[in-house]
């Protein structure tokens, strides 16, 4: 896999190559356990924009799946909010492979003061 860094970006954007996983719940599970922090985004969606801004701003390089760069981004976006169990399909947040949830979650846990140890525990973070 050939990862797409670019100076000014959140983190690394990586394009989703075709494979042999027909259904979107596995390649979201894979691809979540890929990185130790994962973002699904859409590139024009501000609460996206947001989360990736906080992880940056904390020292974090979250590996972010556009959806809308994707062929089958609507089948994944569609897996994301059956994961979610509601409407709100983007960002999802997988830390550690886990799935934290979309913006509220993440800054519900900033906030409280477990993001941190989530991402410690994951690798993303040292200090």
């Not at 609507?74 to 994961?83: D, F, H, P, Q």
């Amino acid at each position: 896999m050939q990862y797409q860094y670019q100076a000014e970006s959140w983190g690394y954007y990586v394009p989703m190559r075709t494979s042999m996983v027909s259904d979107p719940l596995e390649k979201v599970a894979r691809l979540a356990s890929e990185s130790a922090v994962v973002v699904f985004s859409i590139s024009s969606c501000c609460m996206c924009h947001a989360v990736k801004r906080l992880f940056c701003g904390m020292g974090v390089n979250p590996t972010v799946y556009e959806l809308d760069h994707d062929p089958r981004g609507k089948e994944i976006e569609k897996a994301l909010m059956r994961l979610l169990g509601n409407s709100t399909s983007v960002p999802v947040v997988f830390i550690g492979g886990k799935l934290i949830g979309a913006m509220e979650r993440v800054m519900a846990s900033h906030i409280s003061g477990t993001l941190v140890p989530l991402l410690k525990e994951a690798g993303a973070l040292w200090l």
